[in-house]
T-cell receptor, first 117, second 113 residues
Framework: EAGVVQSPRYKIIEKKQPVAFWCNPI?????LYWYRQNLGQGPELLIR????????DSQLPKDRFSAERLKGVDSTLKIQPAELGDSAVYLC???????????????FGPGTRLTVL | DQQVKQNSPSLSVQEGRISILNCDYT??????FLWYKKYPAEGPTFLIS?????DKNEDGRFTVFLNKSAKHLSLHIVPSQPGDSAVYFC????????????FGTGTRLTIIP
């Protein structure tokens, strides 16, 4: 079974440029998460989807970040415009049902390492 | 406000010995705790978890202990193997918290052959 797929793996951009990350969750997983991991820190949740509905986006900086999950499968996370402080690893995860922490573990992709110059 | 704390950034252990990784939390609402393991250039992978109604959960070489009164949990790896060298993250969630995982900052474990 294929795991969570993310692309690109690495991205280097100039500040003020837009950038987008793509995630394909494990087949059949209804819940999808985007996390941001800063250097030396643990992952922090940005947004969680149940199918195509964003059920928790309280930590998403909505002035510059946007996300979508059309048809409840693939998801895209966008930053426009990027700032120097956005340099981080962006992780996508999926789980079978909501409640990824209750025995329905969250499966993580390899992440996209973003560098903003 | 760091609700989940891993105060040891790194730990070195001899192969075959016991590795003990520690985690403290401050939020009394947390009722489910997990450990994730992360290799370089890979995403975190689930290792073991424990509910707040238990004080111990064991899976092969891995055992997690929970001390609710002290708001402390620990991961024991016995015996430690070279393949265990990785960064270990402690995470917690609260019932009714939309299953949001709050992660610690991680501990880098190095197993010395």
């Amino acid at each position: 079974e294929a795991g969570v797929v993310q692309s690109p793996r690495y991205k280097i951009i100039e500040k003020k440029q837009p950038v987008a990350f793509w995630c394909n969750p494990i087949s059949g997983h209804n819940t999808l998460y985007w996390y941001r991991q800063n250097l030396g820190q643990g992952p922090e949740l940005l947004i969680r989807y149940e199918n195509e509905e964003a059920v928790d986006d309280s930590q998403l900086p909505k002035d510059r970040f946007s996300a979508e999950r059309l048809k409840g499968v693939d998801s895209t996370l966008k930053i426009q415009p990027a700032e120097l402080g956005d340099s981080a690893v962006y992780l996508c995860a999926s789980s079978l049902v909501h409640g990824g922490a209750r025995g329905n573990e969250q499966f993580f992709g390899p992440g996209t390492r973003l560098t903003v110059l | 406000d760091q609700q989940v704390k891993q105060n040891s950034p790194s730990l070195s252990v001899q192969e075959g010995r016991i590795s003990i990784l520690n985690c403290d939390y401050t939020n009394s609402m947390f009722d489910y705790f997990l450990w994730y393991k992360k290799y370089p250039a890979e995403g975190p992978t689930f290792l073991i978890s424990i509910s707040s109604i238990k004080d111990k959960n064991e899976d092969g070489r891995f055992t997690v202990f929970l001390n609710k009164s002290a708001k402390h949990l620990s991961l024991h790896i016995v015996p430690s193997q070279p393949g265990d060298s990785a960064v270990y993250f402690c995470a917690a969630s609260a019932l009714g918290g939309n299953e949001k995982l709050t992660f610690g900052t991680g501990t880098r474990l190095t197993i010395i052959p």
